[in-house]
């Protein structure tokens, strides 16, 4: 039986949002993100961090036009007024949206990742459709949240 089809194999769908994020967000805005499903702060070096994003990978659905959902909350803590929360959540979106573009939508890269060797970018990407925001949120431990409900649509050889 031969092998799936780059484009079908979630663990490049997954590995290609990752480096999509954390080259954005981490590298270039300095945000930590995790991609934990719990909204617990992160311990960097053994300090705790009072904003970063996690990201979480929610439904796929495979066809030859793949639709994939990620849910992205960004997070602050002390924030009394949900300023810094307003300013992380700015930082997220306008890696979601591109303005270059006529349609306005982002799109992310789509690679054929490797544990060793270099990843291939492949000749299709990944297209963020929808953004769905939640309104501020807080949690018992005193962080600040929302929740950005993401559907990314690219095509698949399945």
Request: proline letters at 3%; a neutral charge.
């Amino acid at each position: 039986m031969p092998d799936l089809d780059a484009t079908a194999k979630e663990s490049n769908l997954k590995d290609s949002v990752k480096r999509y994020f954390i080259d954005s967000l981490y590298k270039t805005e300095g945000v930590h993100v995790t991609f934990d499903k719990y909204l617990s702060t992160p311990s960097v070096q053994g300090h705790k961090v009072d904003r970063w994003v996690s990201i979480n990978f929610g439904s796929l659905a495979m066809s030859s036009m793949s639709q994939f959902i990620l849910r992205i909350f960004p997070c602050t803590r002390a924030d009394s007024e949900g300023f810094k929360l307003s300013q992380l959540r700015d930082k997220v979106f306008k890696y979601l949206v591109d303005a270059d573009m006529t349609d306005g939508m982002a799109r992310i890269p789509f690679y054929r990742s490797r544990a060793e060797g270099a990843w291939t970018l492949l000749d299709t990407g990944m297209v963020v459709q929808d953004v769905i925001e939640s309104d501020q949120l807080d949690a018992d431990d005193g962080t600040k949240f929302k929740e950005m409900t993401v559907r990314i649509r690219f095509s698949s050889k399945v």
